[in-house]
Each structure stands twice: as structure tokens, then as C-alpha cells.
């Protein structure tokens, strides 16, 4: 074997250690860059994580309140009505209240002082929902009515 086929294999072999040696530091780099990057997304995916339990905790807290001031209301200060008045209801609105029914009942007022009004209590920053707006744009406009319906057991 001449000196030259040596020097050729011998520089051959060196490129090609060459070449894996910076091949796996290259590897070893770009490796560590993302398992760097999977870190940072896995603290960020457990920050998100925490930031919507909290969330989902506060707005359960706050329907809890809410649903309790609805049960609560009529032995409220804010409750301008007599409890006896009120009766629950609980959805779409949550009162219809018979304001002086109970005087009328008792003989303390006339059937003219009797006044029906219907209401939802809302804590908080709640809105009201839009039935609840459209139920409140049809009392406005007067789209109101009593009806009785007459049921005969005889003819069932």
C-alpha cells in the first residue's frame, strides 16, 4: 500500500469522525434548545392550568352567591316587598310578587291597591339574560293578560 492510499484512507477516516463529532454536538444543541422550549411550554401550559381552575373556581363562586341572594331576597333590606307577597319562581325570572295581597287578604286593603310585579335578582355584574330583557319589553308594551283555565274531571 503507498503512502498516498494511506494518507487518502487515514483522511477519509478523519473527515468522517470529524463529521459524527460535530454531527452529535450539533444534535446535542439542538436537542437542549428543545427540551428548553418543551419546558418553557410545559410552565406555561401548568400557568394556564392554574389561571382557568381559578377562574372556573371564582365563577362558581359567583353563581353560588347569586343563586343564594335569588333564595335570600325576600328577607333582604334591599326586598321592598312583603315576603308573603312573593313567590318564587326561579327561571325565567325569579319573583312575581302580589304587592298588597297580603293586606288585601287580610282585609287591610282593596283589590285596587294590588299591584303585580315581576322580578330577577341579580348580584354582582350580572345582566339580564335576553328572554328575561324580552319578557321585560312585553310587560312594558303591555302584552300582559290573566286567563283562567277550567279543567272537567268528568269528561278525563
Known amino acids: 500500500m503507498s503512502v498516498w492510499m494511506a494518507m487518502l484512507i487515514g483522511a477519509c477516516i478523519g473527515v468522517v469522525i470529524t ?27 401548568q400557568q394556564a392550568l392554574a389561571h382557568a381552575q381559578k377562574r372556573s373556581v371564582n365563577t362558581s363562586r359567583a353563581v353560588l352567591k347569586g343563586k343564594m341572594a335569588e333564595q335570600l331576597a325576600p328577607i333582604l333590606p334591599e326586598f321592598q316587598y312583603l315576603p308573603s307577597d312573593a313567590k318564587f319562581l326561579g327561571d325565567p ?27 330577577d335578582i341579580k348580584s354582582g355584574g350580572a345582566r339580564l339574560t335576553k328572554g328575561q330583557q324580552a319578557i321585560a319589553q312585553a310587560i312594558a308594551e303591555g302584552r300582559i293578560r290573566f286567563e283562567t283555565i277550567r279543567i272537567d274531571f268528568d269528561d278525563v
Do not use: P
Not at 21 to 31: A, D, E, F, H, Q
Open 93 to 119: 325570572i325569579d319573583y312575581v310578587v302580589f304587592d298588597g295581597y297580603t293586606d288585601f287578604r287580610d282585609g287591610d286593603g282593596t283589590a285596587e291597591d294590588i299591584e303585580v310585579v315581576l322580578i
Open 19 to 45: 463529521t459524527i463529532i460535530l454531527s452529535s454536538s450539533r444534535n446535542g444543541r439542538i436537542k437542549a434548545e428543545y427540551e428548553q422550549y418543551i419546558a418553557e411550554l410545559e410552565l406555561e401550559h
